[in-house]
């Protein structure tokens, strides 16, 4: 699209290369696959421990209803520790040979998606470079000077693309063919565990039904019989029920066995089920990470510590022009530098979990229309960091989540790029003024546009 529109303002030539937009297609397509993979089995992983929970509460109440004088209490003891442990080994292997894995494979995409939108940027302005100088070389009053600029221009922009798209060309294909291999040993490993832990969890439950049919022979005298409910319509009459008088079915006493549901209505608090984990703890929206390669090294505790019932995102907050003195804000103080709040209890708590810290950008505290702690120097109605507006001349569609949709006549405020090294020739980084004043959200809001489709507004 960004192509089209620079070749009706006669700007630059067309480039087609299908075969690197099916790449594209695919490479999209294997994210979103890999991406549900791995929410899927979080949402597995959370499954077996919620039931490692139930199962180890169920063994301790076998524990206590077991009197000390009955045969077989220890080996029931030992069973019920075997139980715990089998629960947890399979949960950790899960973590080692399942998500772990499947974190590293996921690892890969964020770079090579920055580097596909960054070629892509780059192929306009090779487009363009090439377009300028075949028109000078057409021209009827050659400027050989111009001329001898324009290709150097050319073969600069030339070389940075090709480099760039001979490098994807060549790591999509493979990356979307090991996919293949990577699900294989996912599932294969994923399958493995399950039925291992329910051959050991099978021997285990056999142990036990051991021990209480010994129990039961020892006290045979006193094993527990299902006695019939009385009828809901007639009063119970002692233990004895009275035969029907033709044998009809409908005569027989109503016998509720242990493991039938309760009536409607007649369920204690406590007979209702428990909400799993992920509906209990929901931590507050993490905003996105900040464009860089990520690590492809996981570490387990960051993993195993997603499943602790404790778990409480930290929350590392850094302010860029945080003035010497603390701010008033509303009548009242912001806390100085190491001071802690009640509430910051469990924050602090939950920095055990390895989880990577969030960073949240925040300004100074702004009252009545201007910034306080600054002495007036900063505006409420410019993002920080403003250096100049510009007015877009002409259409934009973007191409890539980093960058604006421009239409003509949209102003914009330029702010200097977070990283300088990420700015390419020919590109501003801003925010449109109407999104500013609409949202005052500069990360939501701001993105990459080229510099040749506006021009600067006082």
């Known amino acids: 699209m960004m192509r089209k529109v620079l070749q009706k303002l006669g700007k630059a030539d067309e480039t087609k290369d299908e075969q690197f937009e099916q790449c594209v297609q695919n490479f999209n397509k294997q994210l979103t696959e890999g991406t549900r993979l791995q929410k899927d089995l979080r949402t597995y992983l959370a499954s077996v421990k919620a039931m490692h929970e139930a199962s180890k509460k169920l063994n301790e109440c076998l524990q206590e209803v077991y009197e000390p004088d009955w045969p077989g209490r220890d080996e029931a003891n030992k069973i019920a520790e075997n139980n715990d442990l089998l629960w947890m080994d399979y949960h950790q292997k899960l973590v080692d040979q399942a998500l772990l894995t499947m974190d590293t494979y996921l690892g890969q995409f964020p770079d090579i998606k920055s580097r596909i939108a960054k070629r892509g940027r780059k192929l306009v302005d090779y487009d363009s470079a090439r377009h300028h100088y075949e028109s000078l070389q057409t021209a009827k009053k050659k400027d050989e000077a111009k001329i001898a600029k324009a290709e150097e221009e050319l073969i600069k922009a030339q070389k940075v693309f090709e480099e760039m798209n001979v490098d994807l060309q060549e790591e999509l294909p493979s990356l979307w063919n090991s996919r293949v291999g990577f699900y294989v040993n996912t599932f294969q490993s994923i399958a493995g565990l399950e039925e291992n832990f329910h051959k050991e969890m099978s021997k285990l439950n056999q142990n036990l039904n051991d021990v209480l049919v010994s129990l039961e022979k020892q006290h045979g005298s006193n094993t527990f019989t299902v006695k019939a409910q009385p009828s809901d319509n007639a009063p119970a009459k002692g233990n004895k029920s009275p035969s029907p008088p033709d044998g009809s079915p409908a005569a027989t006493p109503e016998i509720r066995v242990n493991h039938e549901p309760e009536p409607a209505g007649g369920a204690t608090p406590g007979a209702t089920l428990p909400k799993s984990p992920s509906q209990l703890r929901k931590g507050p929206p993490v905003p996105p990470p ?55 209890t469990a924050a602090s708590e939950a920095a055990s979990s390895s989880l990577p810290a969030v960073v949240v950008e925040t300004f100074p505290a702004t009252v009545n229309g201007t910034v306080e702690g600054s002495s007036g120097a900063g505006r ?32 914009v405020l330029v702010i200097p790029f977070q990283n300088p090294e990420e700015q390419d020739e020919g590109w501003l980084m801003g925010v449109k003024e109407s999104d500013w004043n609409q949202h005052k959200e500069l990360e939501k809001c701001r993105g990459v546009f080229p510099e040749n489709f506006t021009e600067r507004v006082p």
């Open 380 to 411: 409420l109605d410019l993002p920080p960091g403003f250096m100049f507006k510009v007015q877009a001349q002409h259409d934009y569609t973007a191409t890539d989540t980093d960058e604006l949709q421009l239409k003509a006549g949209d102003v």
């Open 290 to 344: 900040p464009k860089h390669t990520p690590s492809k090294e996981v570490k387990q505790e960051q993993i195993l510590s997603l499943f602790e019932d404790t778990f409480v995102p930290e929350i590392s907050v850094t302010t860029p022009s945080q003035p010497a003195e603390a701010s008033e804000v509303a009548g009242g103080t912001q806390p100085a530098a190491g001071a802690q709040e009640p509430g910051e």
